[in-house]
């Protein structure tokens, strides 16, 4: 009986690390994603103001 409970416990506080684990990863994974798709709209608007000066001075 007392192993049976053990085991229980170990499995059920597993539970609680894996599940504590798996949301600070979801939580990088989120941020990283958010500051990419800044980066990339910053990117999309640095090219799209950059566009009409690099055709000016352009000599071809």
Avoid: D, Q
């Avoid at 170990?10 to 599940?19: D, H, N, P, R």
């Avoid at 979801?26 to 990419?36: R, S």
């Amino acid at each position: 009986m007392g192993r049976i409970l053990l085991i229980a416990v170990a499995a059920v506080v597993g539970f609680f690390i894996l599940g504590a684990v798996l949301g600070f990863l979801f939580n990088v994974l989120k941020w990283v994603l958010i500051l990419g798709l800044i980066a990339v709209a910053v990117a999309g608007v640095l090219k799209l103001t950059r566009s009409g000066e690099s055709r000016s001075h352009n000599p071809y």
